[in-house]
């Protein structure tokens, strides 16, 4: 547990507050590219900050303040200009700086030098990523699910009504999957009388339901870029064989990536804090093709807002993303860490929050935090500190049948029921990849 001023300096991030003062040393993702093609300016909320994100007619990004200068009006009704956003009340143009530029109707040579925020933005594998710490900003790192090459993207979307830091402590909880993706989902197929879908030996929840047997103990440590954390399993107490099971990578400050780049499917889950009791969740998902298969074109990485409520307003929770949002929401808007029961599960969560912490009054001591990059970000960098082995193997034709069938099984008969993918506009792209996939390994065996 902490103490109640403990957990306000490790959840509260508008400006000058301690946590916000370290999250704006990082470049935070703030929208899809693609939304920016649908509607070039929207709001946005990020670390308790009103703001407007544009592209411009020339295709230049913009993020600043919201208010015109003039009279107040929201800019997020603003016209796109070749050099900024005009405000459509008079017509005030205001480029990526926030500076006026224009003021139609005023002298021309009135002098005018107030201007608005405005923060630097850059794009990445899809994603409009923004800096609001001080200058010169650092690098926006490469991590490498944004840059893998040869893969199907797609970008889930959700604005959740609680603090950032309940859904990233998520990541340090790994026994959570045992009741909110085992029971509590196999709970909801039976009400819905769907029970039968979970018979499917394929189906997340025995894996799930597996997880809590034989546990010795929890496990974390710090890394280069974030920490690791897992299960130690005991054959003596009803697990299948000794062993211990590393669970998602963490990336400090606000990144999950469940599975390594280059696999049949990846992802982030990224925690963005829009304001104290809001979080822009974004689950990042990633389909790599394997070597000597090419995986579809995607002009743009397509973007989706999954349902979180049925027709009948009644919460849906028969996909995993929907059960961890529905438990981080119902600790409430800023859950009171003064009361918790912390038991041997949260062994990682107490490490996680001391890293929060550390890394905080770097941050206080005028230091550079961790994953804090002047200069160039390296061309790739993984987050688990190493580059993935395990399916980018140059043989992958010894491999094919291993790879195919890992496809057909994490993907057909997985996440595409199981989890948030099923409503991703990429679906018939990744599906598309895998019978490509097929067809070269059937190709392979012919000519074996
Ligand atoms: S209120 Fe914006 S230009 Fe007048
Ligand atoms: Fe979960």
């Known amino acids: 547990m902490l103490t109640v ?31 920016l093609l649908e509607e070039p300016v929207q709001k946005v909320r990020v670390l308790g900050e009103d703001l407007v994100l544009y592209r411009n007619t020339k295709g230049g990004l913009g993020l600043i303040g919201d208010r015109c200068l003039h009279r107040r009006v929201d800019m997020k009704y603003g016209i796109p200009d070749e050099n900024g956003l005009r405000c459509p009340y008079h017509g005030w143009l205001y480029g990526a700086t926030g500076a006026c530029l224009e003021r139609p109707m005023e002298l021309a040579n009135a002098q ?18 923004a800096y609001l710490g001080p200058l010169p900003a650092p690098a926006l790192p490469r991590w490498d699910l944004f840059v893998w090459p040869n893969a199907v993207r797609q970008i889930a979307i959700n604005v959740l009504d609680c603090n950032w830091l309940q859904c990233q402590e998520n990541t340090g909880d790994p026994t959570h999957s ?49 920490m690791e954390k897992g299960i130690v399993y005991s054959k003596e107490l009803g697990a299948k064989e000794d062993r211990v099971r590393k669970h998602s990578t963490v990336i400090f400050p606000f990144y999950t990536q469940t599975g390594t780049a280059g696999a049949p499917r990846s992802e982030y889950q990224i925690r963005v804090p829009m304001d104290d009791t809001h979080t822009l969740h974004i689950c990042y998902q990633v389909y790599a093709g394997p070597p000597g298969v090419e995986a579809p074109r995607q002009d743009v990485v397509p973007w989706y807002a999954p349902p979180t ?3 009948d307003g009644k919460p849906i929770l028969d ?18 860490r003064s009361q918790e029961k912390l038991g041997r599960t949260d ?36 987050g688990s500190g190493k580059p993935p082995d395990d399916w980018t193997a140059p043989d992958w034709a010894k491999r094919r049948l291993s790879i195919g069938q890992a496809y057909r099984q994490k993907y057909h008969k997985g996440f595409a029921i199981d989890d948030v993918d099923r409503y991703g506009p990429a679906v018939p792209l990744v599906q598309d990849l895998h019978r490509r996939i097929e067809e070269a390994e059937i190709k392979a065996l012919e000519e074996a």
């Not at 990682?348 to 002047?374: C, H, S, W, Y």
Request: charged share 25%.
């Open 347 to 382: 062994v990682p969560i107490v490490l996680l929050r001391r890293q929060l912490d550390e890394q905080i009054t770097l941050v206080e001591q005028g230091k550079a935090p961790m994953n804090f990059f002047p200069g160039q970000s390296p061309d790739m960098l993984h």
């Open 112 to 129: 005018f030098n107030d201007k608005l925020k405005g923060y630097p933005v850059e794009e990445l594998g899809g994603l409009v990523f």
């Open 309 to 311: 409520v049925d027709a």
């Open 178 to 226: 045992v009741w909110a993706h085992g029971h509590m989902f196999k709970y909801e197929l039976d009400k819905k009388g769907a029970g039968g879908r979970s018979e499917d030996a394929t189906h997340t929840i025995h894996s799930r339901l597996e997880m809590g047997v034989g546990i010795k103990e929890l496990y974390a440590k710090q890394t280069q870029y974030g």
């Open 319 to 336: 996909y995993v993303l929907a059960q961890d949002a529905i438990v981080w929401v119902a600790q409430g808007a800023i859950v009171d």
């Open 5 to 35: 001023e403990q957990n306000e300096r490790l959840t509260r991030v508008g400006p000058g507050t301690p946590c916000g003062e370290l999250m704006r040393r990082y470049w935070i993702p703030i929208a899809p590219f693609a939304r």
